[in-house]
């Protein structure tokens, strides 16, 4: 293959598109004929900034983002997210409810998986109001202890806050592969009809790991979604914010009613203020992220993606619920909860994983291992891994099902 590159089913960071590689090279060098590389040049240079409004508008064309809503840049990842979206959203409450009294304080978690759980651990370690965990999934898991499921879609089983400072869930589990359907009819789509009534609902959303691969559910109900970018649209280094106007709040002025003072580089109000520039940016991340979304938009935006990584799902499930039936694999996700990005499933055999994993690595298939908290098979499928190097896995599968079987 070009550049002797093999294929990186890694959970990120991710493959990125080949001929966006080849195209960043050349900006590596020369960005846009200003004689300077996109990591020498000033992130306050007229080229920049424009280069930095386009990548807005290739968020907002492609998603659909209202003008009710802000797309900002940032550092730190979905991990520095866990922080902030507290933080802000608890300056927010105070500033709405100026009497109210931390214990008083309510911060909803939806927990589905590992992701979801750290965000409501950073919660709980901020202080500033009580994490409620509206449910655990595992509580619905067969052994009750594995996050295997998105929970059933029933009232008595999410016990959301009536008037919360946030609710925070993970659309795509990454380590379990567990993910919300985007189909607003599955069972195992975010329970949106079960929220408390709320003209502006507090209702964050973390999509680190499925951020454009289809289109987001229910976008401008959310009031805040954010996503590194090392997944499916970009290098490391690059956080993509996308927040409702009324959740930019003057978190100063919140500390007066007992906010906790908020970093001025967490605080959205800065980065709202500064057009994402209150501090030098990740030039380079932010760069090839445009050129990727650039790409994007060619192949035809959200709709070819979603059915791209539809096809390559499906072909994917299709082979492990093969091997699952013949005994060689073991599925362990629920059906309808399984992420599109992340297929999860075992080997319980550990002489054979380790034959599919060694033999992989010599056809070129990289990165199949699971989480090291969870072990298994972990395929990541993100926006770059094509339809043909999905079968190529596929072919590799069957004939490593067949060649268990003699
Ligand atoms: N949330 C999800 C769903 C993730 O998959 C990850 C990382 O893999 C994170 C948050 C943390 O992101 P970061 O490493 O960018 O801080």
């Given at each position: 293959s070009a550049h002797g590159r093999q294929v990186n089913f890694g959970p990120g960071p991710a493959a990125l598109p080949t001929s966006v590689l080849e195209e960043a090279s050349k900006g590596i060098l020369n960005f846009q004929g200003t004689g300077i590389g996109i990591s020498e040049i000033s992130h306050r240079s007229k080229e920049f900034v424009a280069y930095l409004e386009n990548l807005k508008s290739l968020i907002r064309e492609q998603l659909d983002v209202p003008e009710s809503h802000a797309i900002m840049f940032t550092q730190g990842g979905g991990s520095a997210q866990f922080s902030a979206v507290a933080m802000n959203m608890l300056s927010r409450y105070r500033l709405l409810h100026p009497n109210a009294k931390a214990e008083d304080i309510k911060m909803d978690y939806v927990v589905t998986g590992r992701w979801s759980e750290k965000a409501a651990e950073e919660a709980r370690r901020l202080g500033g109001g009580s994490v409620n965990v509206?449910?655990?999934?595992r509580k619905y898991s067969a052994t009750g202890k594995l996050f295997d499921n998105i929970p059933p879609h029933e009232k008595s089983v999410y016990n959301f806050s009536?008037?919360?400072a946030l609710i925070c869930y993970c659309e795509n589990e990454t380590v379990d592969g567990v993910e919300f359907s985007?189909?607003?009819?599955?069972?195992?789509?975010?329970?949106?009809?079960?929220?408390?009534?709320?003209?502006?609902?507090?209702l964050v959303a973390d999509y680190s790991s499925s951020f454009m691969c289809r289109t987001i559910p229910r976008?401008?109900?959310?009031a805040i979604i954010f996503a590194g970018a090392q997944k499916n649209v970009g290098p490391a280094g690059l956080t993509i914010l996308i927040v409702r106007k009324d959740c930019i709040v003057d978190v100063d002025a919140a500390v007066k009613f007992g906010a906790s003072p908020v970093p001025l580089t967490l605080s959205y109000k800065t980065l709202f203020d500064t057009n994402s520039l209150y501090n030098t940016p990740p030039v380079f991340s932010m760069y090839v992220t445009g050129l990727v979304l650039e790409h994007l938009k060619a192949l035809g935006g959200m709709p070819y993606f979603e059915e791209l990584n539809r096809k390559k799902f499906t072909a994917v499930y299709e082979v492990v619920k093969k091997g699952a039936q013949q005994g060689t694999f073991q599925l362990k996700v629920k059906e309808g909860s399984e992420s599109w990005m992340n297929v999860v499933f075992d080997i319980p055999d550990e002489a054979a994983k380790k034959r599919f994993l060694d033999d992989a690595k010599k056809n070129g298939?990289?990165?199949?291992?699971?989480?090291r908290l969870v072990g298994g098979i972990r395929v990541s499928l993100y926006n770059a891994i094509t339809l043909e190097q999905t079968l190529q896995l596929v072919d590799y599968c069957n004939k490593f099902l067949e060649d268990e079987l003699k």
């Open positions: 509206v449910v655990d999934s009536p008037d919360p985007h189909e607003p009819t599955s069972p195992a789509a975010f329970p949106f009809d079960l929220l408390p009534d709320a003209k502006l609902l507090p976008l401008a109900d959310h298939l990289l990165n199949l291992a699971g989480h």
